[in-house]
C-alpha cells in the first residue's frame, strides 16, 4: 500500500511540474514580449510592477510591455528629463511606475505625449544606479 501511494505521489508531483513549464503555459504573449502588462487587468498588472521594482533582479533583460498614464519629470541638479508610464490598481487607489527611455528615433519633446495622456510603451527592463539609489527602467523603449 506504501509503494502504491508512493507511485501516485510521485506522478502527482511529475504532473505538477511539467503543467507549471513555461513551454505549455496557457498565457501566450506576441513575439518578443516578455510581460504583456497592457494585456492584464489593473490589479494584476499593478502587482507585477510593484513586484518588478521591489525584485528588479528577477526581471533584468525582460521585454515589457504596459500601459497607463505618461508623466515626466525634470530633475535640474542633473539637469535631466525622466519620463515614466504609472499604473493604478482597480480601484485606483494605489498607483507604481515604470520609467522609460526611448530610442533615439524619438525627439524630446516633439515625438513625446501630452502630459498625463494614456500611453502603451515597450522597453526591455534595466536597472541603474544614481548616487546611493536603485531605479528600474525601460530601455530601448517605443510608444505605440
Known sequence: MKKV????????LLFAVSSCSKSG???QYEEGIDYDLAAMS?????????????????????????????????DEANDKHYFACIITDANACCSQGIEFELTDEYTYPDDYPEEGSEICVTGVFDVYQEGDTSYCTLRDATLS
Open 5 to 12: 501511494l508512493a507511485v501516485l505521489l510521485c506522478v502527482s
Open 25 to 27: 503555459s496557457a498565457t
Open 42 to 74: 489593473n490589479t494584476l498588472a499593478y502587482s507585477i510592477v510593484y513586484n518588478m521594482v521591489c525584485s528588479p533582479q528577477d526581471y533584468l533583460g525582460t521585454t515589457v510591455r504596459m500601459q497607463g498614464v505618461y508623466t515626466c519629470s525634470y
